[in-house]
């Protein structure tokens, strides 16, 4: 069973930066993946994707109101995936969640538990 811990949300005032760290777990000798993603759920809206890369290639995806300021990365080497986040706005308020999608077709079936991100005005 694939497991996904997410760190290093806080508190940023607007204008300011946070880098989110995702590790997967629990797999075998090698970590199978089609691609990984980080969504974020604001109080009272639905989870919504923010970006999404592939794992062999490194294509990304953004959703359009972080392009720009956001950039996804990833370490094959650790199963790391990264979220830095720049220019933050209060609008960017929610929890993180990194996701895991094992093939291509599937959904994304591994969630981390999510990091609260706060962002000032």
């Known amino acids: 069973q694939v497991q996904l811990v997410e760190s290093g949300g806080g508190l940023v005032q607007a204008g300011g930066s946070l880098r989110l760290s995702c590790v997967a777990s629990g797999f075998g000798r090698t970590f199978s993946n089609y691609a990984m993603g980080w969504f974020r759920q604001a109080p009272g809206k639905e989870r919504e994707a923010v970006t999404t890369i592939i794992w062999s290639d490194g294509r990304t995806a953004y959703t359009d109101s972080v392009k720009g300021r956001f950039t996804i990365s990833r370490d094959n080497a650790k199963n790391l995936v990264y979220l830095q986040m720049n220019s933050l706005k209060p609008e960017d308020t929610a929890v993180y969640y990194c996701?895991?999608?094992?093939?291509?077709?599937?959904?994304?079936?591994?969630w981390g538990q999510g990091t609260q991100v706060t962002v000032s005005s």
């Open positions: 996701a895991r999608k094992e093939r291509i077709g599937a959904p994304f079936g591994s």
